[in-house]
């Protein structure tokens, strides 16, 4: 029900465009946001954003460079990596739940995950 894709390997300071494309369901009742696990380390939240896309929310190390979106007609979600550095290297992960779930960074639903590697 959670689908992410666009992720690859870039050198340090380049960009990547993440989409994670949500059925239906999903998409029109829940929040979402981008969650990563690097090796060795625990996951941990990156960016979540409300069901009108007003409100987000962003972990300290990604702010100013990273962007999350979402397109409601297209049930899409989106995170805009710019200035890519190597500690992003991760498996990005969507996920989807109720605003409390999300607000407390413990969703429900998940989607299989896309490799990022950021090169020096």
């Known amino acids: 029900q959670l689908q992410a894709s666009g992720g690859g390997s870039v050198q340090a300071g380049g960009s990547l465009r993440l989409s994670c494309a949500a059925s239906?369901?999903?998409?029109?009742?829940?929040?979402m946001g981008w969650f990563r696990q690097a090796p060795g380390r625990e996951r941990e939240v990156v960016a979540t954003i409300n069901w009108s896309g007003v409100t987000t929310y962003y972990a300290d190390s990604v702010k100013g460079r990273f962007t999350i979106s979402r397109d409601n007609a297209k049930n899409m979600l989106y995170l805009q990596m710019n200035s890519l550095r190597p500690e992003d290297t991760a498996v990005y992960y969507c996920?989807?739940?109720?605003?409390?779930?999300?607000?407390?960074?413990?969703?429900?639903?998940w989607g299989q995950g896309t490799q990022v590697t950021v090169s020096s």
């Open positions: 239906g369901r999903i998409f029109s009742n829940y929040y």
């Open positions: 996920a989807a739940d109720r605003a409390i779930a999300i607000a407390r960074f413990t969703p429900n639903y």
